[in-house]
C-alpha cells in the first residue's frame, strides 16, 4: 500500500512539473547588457597595479586569498589608474571595486 500511494504521488509530481515549463531569460534585459559592457582590466606587474575600465567613482580594495584588507581606497576615476603596491610575489589576491552604482566587480591577481 506504501509502495502504491508513493508511486501515485510520484507520478502526479512528474506530470506537474513536466508541462512545458520555460524559465525566464535575461539575457536580452537592459540590466545584462549594463554590467557586461562595463567591465574592469586589472592585472599587477612590477609592483604597479593596473585597473583599466570606465569613469565612474568608487571604493577600491585588495584582499589577500584569506581575506585580510591589504589596501583600501576611494577611487575618482576608474577609466585608468596604476597604484604602486608591494605585494608578496606568488600570492594570490582579490581585487574588489565597488562603484558609484552599487555595482560590484571582482578580480583574482596573482602577483608576480
Given at each position: 500500500m506504501k509502495v502504491t500511494k508513493l508511486f501515485l504521488c510520484f507520478l502526479i509530481s512528474f506530470f506537474c512539473f513536466s508541462i512545458n515549463y520555460k524559465v525566464p531569460q535575461f539575457t536580452n534585459?537592459?540590466?545584462?547588457?549594463?554590467?557586461?559592457?562595463?567591465?574592469?582590466?586589472?592585472y599587477y606587474k612590477n609592483n604597479l597595479l593596473f585597473i583599466k575600465g570606465y569613469n565612474v567613482n568608487g571604493v577600491l580594495k585588495i584582499y589577500s586569498i584569506i581575506g585580510n584588507i591589504v589596501l583600501e581606497m576611494n577611487i575618482q576615476d576608474l577609466s585608468s589608474l596604476s597604484i604602486p603596491i608591494n605585494l608578496i610575489k606568488h600570492n594570490m589576491y582579490i581585487v574588489?571595486?565597488?562603484?558609484?552604482d552599487n555595482t560590484i566587480f571582482s578580480h583574482k591577481i596573482v602577483a608576480q
Amino acid at each position: 500500500m506504501k509502495v502504491t500511494k508513493l508511486f501515485l504521488c510520484f507520478l502526479i509530481s512528474f506530470f506537474c512539473f513536466s508541462i512545458n515549463y520555460k524559465v525566464p531569460q535575461f539575457t536580452n534585459s537592459p540590466l545584462s547588457k549594463n554590467i557586461t559592457e562595463k567591465s574592469f582590466n586589472v592585472y599587477y606587474k612590477n609592483n604597479l597595479l593596473f585597473i583599466k575600465g570606465y569613469n565612474v567613482n568608487g571604493v577600491l580594495k585588495i584582499y589577500s586569498i584569506i581575506g585580510n584588507i591589504v589596501l583600501e581606497m576611494n577611487i575618482q576615476d576608474l577609466s585608468s589608474l596604476s597604484i604602486p603596491i608591494n605585494l608578496i610575489k606568488h600570492n594570490m589576491y582579490i581585487v574588489r571595486i565597488k562603484t558609484a552604482d552599487n555595482t560590484i566587480f571582482s578580480h583574482k591577481i596573482v602577483a608576480q
